[in-house]
């Protein structure tokens, strides 16, 4: 489950599920991002934690392997270090997903901007 | 990684493992193993224990059925991921096995008119209609029963997890073969106990086109519970070793057990049967008289039925021979 800041405000803290909701979506938008180049699981894990974007394992790895089988992603296991890692790869029907997501959420922010105002 | 951490990581992706669907196991399992890996790699401080910390890891990753859950679709589908090839294989096979019964119980006496083909097709469409429906009952009533025992467990704890059963040498699945197993032995049993009149000798003699001759007639006497017993003992071993994915040396023994006892079973049947001796005492019991020309057929099954005892026989003891051998084997290697 992708980790809730709860910054509690007047009205309270933000429900998990509704913040969950808010951003699944934005999830696969940002795993394609970071999968422009290489990375296996955990460093994808990583690299998203480090731009405050916090996910579990448990909701990430589902998520590749479905990426992965709707031909966005594509895999290949290598051994590093004597363990097999698999490491994930952006495929050319995920950068063009990627392009037409990227510019949904430009409309989507603007949108939300002007009717949060 | 030591010993103990690969072992507590073991146990882990083997139960995540046991809720998804066979196919996908091996390939989740070493996902998950790397990812564990990483994991604690990243997290283990110097002087720390790195068991301590693989445990650490397993429970905040929580049970083995939630991240089995993530994997699949469970919440969306009254039949979970885990049980849907079962459930779509048995679906495919169901209505060839009615059809085979149905074609069994064809009134061939009676000719084939349009008006008999016509409701045997009703009836047999209807069968497949109310059979997939009993089978979606049972497939939602057991996901529900698995679910409401996986759900009481809100400590999780790694170290109470059960150590995956031992690897046994030829212990690899077909889960297609096991599933039409179970669905064949669940035919044999629905057969003899509902529709006994049908399963004996096949002939075309004594006017009719086909002529049943119920086993019973041709003198054979099968003990019932002793064969029921048997028969549902393989529909749950099976069943058993489709669900763990693997044969294993306690699974392997009691398959030799229900070999052996279905040898004794048919033993029994022969010990205390007619066969062989179709008598005019016997004949005039089930309806016949010796000038009777299906008589003919009857004692050519009946015949049959001795010759086939002594292979069957042989055929058996050679086969639990072999599997005892080869258990055996394998645990003098494993000592």
Do not use: C
Not at chain 2, 118 to 137: D, E, T
Not at chain 2, 173 to 178: E, T
């Amino acid at each position: 489950m992708w980790h809730t800041v709860q910054k509690a405000d007047q009205s309270g803290a933000v429900p998990d599920s509704l913040a969950l909701e808010l951003r699944r979506g934005a999830l696969v938008l940002a795993a394609l991002a970071a999968l422009r180049s290489e990375q296996y699981g955990y460093s994808l894990k990583k690299s998203l934690a480090e731009a405050e974007i916090h996910v579990d394992e448990g909701t990430l790895y589902p998520l590749l392997r479905r990426l992965e089988s709707q031909g966005l992603l594509s895999s290949r296991w290598v051994i590093e270090e004597g363990r097999p890692r698999r490491y994930y790869k952006i495929t050319n029907q995920g950068q063009a997903t990627l392009t037409a997501l990227a510019g949904e959420w430009e409309l989507l922010s603007k949108a939300l901007r002007r009717v949060l105002k | 990684m030591n010993r103990e951490s690969n072992e507590l990581i073991g146990r882990y992706v083997y139960h995540v493992g046991r809720h998804l669907p066979p196919e996908r196991r091996e390939d989740v399992a070493q996902e998950l193993t790397s990812l564990i890996g990483d994991r604690v790699e990243d997290e283990l401080r110097p002087g720390e224990s790195e068991e301590v910390v693989v445990l650490k890891v397993l429970r905040e990753m929580g049970p083995p059925s939630a991240v089995a859950e993530r994997y699949g679709y469970e919440r969306r589908l009254l039949i979970g991921t885990s049980s849907l090839p079962a459930f779509f294989k048995l679906a495919k096979i169901l209505p060839l096995v009615i059809l085979a019964l149905s074609v069994l119980s064809f009134p061939y006496a009676d000719g084939f008119t349009l008006s008999a083909l016509a409701k045997w097709l009703v009836s047999y469409f209807h069968s497949v209609l109310l059979n997939l429906g009993v089978l979606v009952v049972v497939f939602v009533v057991l996901e529900q029963l698995s679910r409401t025992q996986a759900k009481p467990q809100a400590e999780f704890d790694p170290e109470k997890l059960s150590a995956p059963p031992a690897p046994f040498e030829g212990g690899k699945v077909r889960p297609a073969v096991l599933v039409a197993k179970i669905y064949g032995t669940v035919a044999v049993l629905l057969l003899f106990n509902f529709y006994p009149s049908v399963v004996g000798v096949w002939t075309n003699a004594g006017g009719a086109r086909f002529w049943v001759v119920p086993l019973s007639a041709v003198g054979v006497h099968v003990p019932m519970w002793l064969f029921n017993a048997w028969l549902v003992g393989h529909i749950l071993l099976n069943t058993e070793v489709l669900r763990q994915g693997t044969w294993t040396r306690e699974s392997r023994w009691t398959k030799v057990g229900l070999q052996m006892l279905g040898l004794v079973v048919f033993l029994v049947a022969i010990w205390s049967s007619h066969v062989g001796q179709l008598d005019t005492n016997f004949l005039a019991s089930v309806g016949l008289a010796a000038s009777d020309p299906r008589v003919k057929a009857l004692s050519e099954g009946s015949r049959a039925l001795v010759l086939a005892a002594g292979p069957v026989v042989l055929l058996a003891l050679w086969s639990i021979a072999k599997d005892v051998r080869r258990l055996l084997r394998v645990t003098g290697s494993a000592a």
